[in-house]
């Protein structure tokens, strides 16, 4: 299993968000290798191979466009798509914390995610949790 988390500061900070994953989303890290993401590095066609030899890649990334186009494109670098599960990480109160630290989407937001929304079934329910609220969100406030 690989968890790719996108921002530096939760990557540096591996302990604090270890214990975030552990009891918000029900991922131990211990038995797994970790990437810092990058931003859209993590999306370079070169890691194909490397994304598919794991049974599992997660995506700790930030509620919002870009990165959800990157996790987009990290999924469709996978080879074998059945053999590798791709999973975006959201955490049991990611919604409450959309609300509450959130920064309101414009119309172009909306239409953008809703495209990526139809394109890319694997994402829909990172997608939807946007919508639903209207906000995109920083992974930081996780720390």
């Known amino acids: 299993k690989l968890i790719i988390i996108e921002n530096e500061e939760n990557f540096l900070n591996i302990s604090a968000t270890h214990k975030f994953l552990k009891k918000h989303a029900n991922i131990d890290i211990d038995n797994m290798d970790v990437m810092w993401g990058s931003g859209n590095r993590a999306a370079n ?7 598919s030899g794991y049974e599992k890649v997660f995506c700790f990334f930030d509620f919002e466009l870009g990165v959800i186009k990157t996790a ?11 053999s590798t599960k791709f999973e975006f990480v959201i ?4 919604h409450n914390d959309l609300q509450e630290f959130g920064v309101d989407l414009n119309r172009s937001y909306i239409k953008a995610l809703e495209k990526i929304r139809n394109e890319s079934k694997v994402l829909s329910s990172a997608v939807n949790l946007m919508l639903n609220t209207r906000k995109i969100m920083e992974q930081e406030v996780y720390l």
Not at 45 to 51: A, M, Q
């Open 45 to 51: 066609s070169y890691l194909s191979k490397y994304y």
């Open 91 to 94: 955490a049991d109160n990611a």
């Open 72 to 82: 987009q494109s990290i999924y469709n670098l996978l080879n074998d798509k059945e």
